[in-house]
């Protein structure tokens, strides 16, 4: 499976940027999809997963309420739809796939090229 990612860029803080995830191969109903994101200088964090088949979402509480995971299993993506940014949001994000659930980025054995989201105050 590749993965790639894209919808980064510059926004002021309260705006809005949908993300989207392009996967090659098939990508099994157990799979879990996930976006993680790594600001300069800190360690990549888990943003949100979404289980491919049930459609089951699962968010860090950062971002809870603000950002919505979807996928859509005939175009084989799934996008991260971000509201009301703020600049702690300012990362490169990235999109992977995981076998089952997890918030630990090293569960995700496929990974997409970051896209860069950057937040003005």
């Known amino acids: 499976v590749q993965l790639q990612a894209s919808g980064g860029g510059l926004v002021q803080a309260g705006g809005s940027l949908r993300l989207s995830c392009a996967a090659s191969?098939?990508?099994?109903?157990?799979?879990?999809m996930g976006w993680f994101r790594q600001a300069p200088g800190k360690d990549r964090e888990f943003v949100a997963a979404i289980r491919w088949g049930a459609g089951t979402t699962y968010y860090a509480d950062s971002v809870k309420g603000r950002f919505t995971i979807s996928r859509d299993n005939a175009k084989n993506t799934v996008s991260l739809k971000m509201n009301t940014l703020k600049p702690e949001d300012s990362a490169v994000y990235y999109c992977a796939k995981s076998r089952y659930y997890s918030r630990e980025d090293y569960e995700y054995h496929y990974w997409g090229l970051g896209t860069l989201v950057t937040v003005s105050s």
């Open positions: 191969g098939r990508i099994f109903s157990s799979a879990v």
